[in-house]
């Protein structure tokens, strides 16, 4: 019989659990023979060690099949789903819906509450008077054959594995873990049944994964397991450093919906609702390239039809659809309170969690999971990042319940608004995209060991971190950081370390020169990737064959490839020494 025990301890010791293994940790833990400390030392130890893309794909089905599965079959054609990894103003799937629904992608949309700054799709959808979202499966199924959408809270009891570890993960500091993170999210992708899933991946002061590097290694690793499970994942990285669009709050994020709808919307938004629509089209088999779907989409709000679906598919939800040309009609908040520049001049940054944080208690958004969401209250940005504004011009407005509320929330954002004389850059929206094809397994592992390995740097003169990795040829990674020293001439770097540790574990010191290094990553937080020092080529060329490649990577994933013998070409080697007859007796 598998021990609980014994899993734990192979977690820990680094090595990857078996597919039966795993399914006994899940099963035990589902029926109580295993208990929750168990569970959460095995999750510390995964976010010690991580897990494989085998082990990750595993979990995650065996935590996609813990509860319901949905199943989408009956409705014809190739059903596509949209995961955000949420930030504020995110209100992309109102407008995306409806928008490949009128140009015949079928939308079976399952969403949900929101947690934090403001409601999620399910609480927006809600402000608006009648609409209802919780639909039987059937009535779910029915509908999107109907109209071709339906956007409804869930059914049945989806992944319920997933919801009882993330309880477990949140009071034992383990919900930072990318494969804990990806496995989550991804469980409740593969059992809402979508044959395709596209994931819009946040990035910034807003969202979860606050850096380009982390996002991207998230995203990678979601759409890996996506394609394991057998579903097309596509994953886009866009930017969640100012809130997205201009109103943050349910109603005002309706209203805001249907303007970009009709094609009035804010420009941000209105540019990845087509960047995620046109990836959700081309999986759907509805477009080939990304510029045939973003035409056919443009066509349906051009044309009306995007609009007029959402009309009907607030209409089949028992909606009053009057609030399309009526958005007054949507509730609105007592006491509007606005917000002026005191200068003309350049608006800088406007960090998005602030504002996520001034709706939350202003009312839109929920501290706790029974709060109860005021759906009228939020803010509006007047201004966005970069926009020249004059003195006296509105930058914000408040919508509160009361005119303290207003008052507080306007002296406590006031300090956000910093207007300038300088130009400042409107913030890239999308930062990427993700595909199968363009993920390299076996470099991307590689760097996200250098990656890892950086963290352990000791670097407190220059604050220069750098992480390398190298492949040994019977699979083993080996890492090494750089090492400062106070007398700066002693500092190692990050390859050198690393190529060292290689030689150390080779048993034959006869063969050190043969440490096998077969691939090399270093990973640095610079604007460019960082080519290794003199003194690390010439270790390189000791150790390495000249054509052993080597990847520089900096933070934002940009890479360049190189080799050992284009970083030190006509090096100074061990044979130069050997066929020379006077140094040999030295
Ligand atoms: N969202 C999820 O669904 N799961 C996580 O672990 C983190 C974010």
Known sequence: MVRAVDLIAKKRNGLALSAEELRALMD??????????????????VVWNGMTIEELTEFTQLMAHSGDTLSLDEIPGVKVDKH???????????????????????????????????????????????????????????????????????????????????????????????????????????????????????????????????????????????????????????????PLGRAIGNAL??????????????????????????????????????????????????????LAKFRELIEAQGGDASVIDHPERLPAAPHVQTLRAERAGYLGALPALAFGEAAMRLGAGRALKEDVIDPAVGLVLEAKTGDYVEAGQPLLTVHAASEADALRCVAELQPLFVVGSDPVEAPALVLGRIRAEDIDVDQDELLAAAH??????????SHFAVGAALRLRDGRIVTGANIENASYGLTNCAERNAIFAAVLGRKDKQQARKADIVEIAVVAGSPDPVPPCGACRQVMAEFCAPDTPVILANLEGHIRRTTVGELLPGAFTPEQLASSPGLQHV
């Open 452 to 461: 890892e390995a950086r963290e352990a740097a000791y670097v407190p003169y």
């Open 28 to 45: 035990g833990y589902m029926n109580g023979a295993i208990p929750d400390y168990q569970m959460s030392a095995f999750l510390m130890a």
């Open 253 to 306: 994020e309706v209203k805001e919906a249907i303007a970009t709808l009709r094609g009035q919307g804010p420009a941000d938004l209105a540019e990845i609702c087509l960047t995620l629509a046109a990836e959700m089209a081309i999986l759907a088999g509805r477009a080939a390239d990304p510029d045939e779907a973003r035409r056919l989409l443009q066509q349906a709000i051009d044309d009306g039809r995007a």
């Open 84 to 242: 955000s990894t949420g930030g504020v103003g995110d209100k992309t799937t109102l407008v995306l819906g409806p928008l490949l629904a009128a140009i015949g992608v079928p939308v079976a949309k399952m969403s949900g509450r929101g947690l934090g700054h403001t409601g999620g799709t399910i609480d927006k959808l809600e402000s608006i008077p009648g609409m209802q979202t919780a639909l039987s499966t059937s009535q779910f199924i029915e509908q999107v054959k109907r109209i071709g959408i339906a956007i409804a809270g869930q059914t049945g009891d989806l992944a319920p594995a997933d919801k009882r570890i993330y309880g477990l993960r949140d009071v034992t500091a383990t919900v930072e873990s990318l494969p804990l993170i990806a496995s989550s999210i991804m469980s409740k992708k593969l059992a809402s049944g979508a044959n395709a899933i596209v994931l819009d991946v946040k990035v910034g002061s807003g969202a979860f994964m606050k850096t380009l590097a982390d996002a991207k290694r998230l995203a990678a690793t979601m759409v890996r397991i996506g394609r394991e499970a057998g579903r097309s994942t596509v994953a886009v990285l866009s930017n969640m450093n100012e």
